[in-house]
């Protein structure tokens, strides 16, 4: 495994109940010297506030699109992907791992995935009963 150090980890956070455990994991990625970059879906705030991620990451945590400013201006998905060495998916929710699995994008997470050129890893996240589901083993198939 190639070191941490001063590389550039962007970390999408989805929907699901583990996503309280990303704090651990942003604070551990910058320990060992990682610039972070968290990306949060909608639904993932309701696990896991967007402040507590950047007071974690030193950086702000992108939610959106586009700005809530009333400027017009966006988070550009495209430079967004080619800025990380990596991008991990953690937790990838059900719905998350099935919208990509269609090429879907209605997300911030999800337009960066589609545009990213480096590296990608999920680690899916939901009960066992949902993960042994037909429908989503055959989305993860489809990801492989």
Same mark, same amino acid.
């Given at each position: 495994m190639e070191p941490i150090l001063h590389r550039r980890v962007l970390l999408g956070v989805t929907g699901s109940i583990a996503a309280y455990k990303t704090a651990w994991l942003v604070r551990d990625l910058v320990k060992a010297g990682a610039e972070v970059q968290v990306v949060m879906t909608p639904?993932?705030?309701?696990? $896991?506030?967007?402040l507590t991620l950047a007071t974690l990451s030193k950086r702000p945590v992108l939610t959106d699109l586009f700005l809530r400013d009333g400027s017009g201006s966006w988070n550009d998905h495209v430079s967004l992907g080619r800025w990380a060495d990596v991008l991990v998916v953690a937790p990838a929710s059900a719905h998350t791992l099935a919208k990509m699995a269609q090429g @879907?994008?209605?997300? @911030?997470? @999800?337009?960066?995935? @589609?545009?990213?050129?480096?590296? $990608?890893? $999920?680690?899916?996240?939901m009960d066992l009963e949902m993960f042994a589901d037909p429908a989503t083993a055959h989305n993860l198939d489809l990801l492989r």
């Open positions: 639904a993932a705030h309701d696990f $896991v506030t967007p @879907l994008c209605d997300n @911030l997470l @999800l337009a960066t995935w @589609l545009s990213a050129t480096c590296p $990608v890893y $999920v680690a899916p996240a």
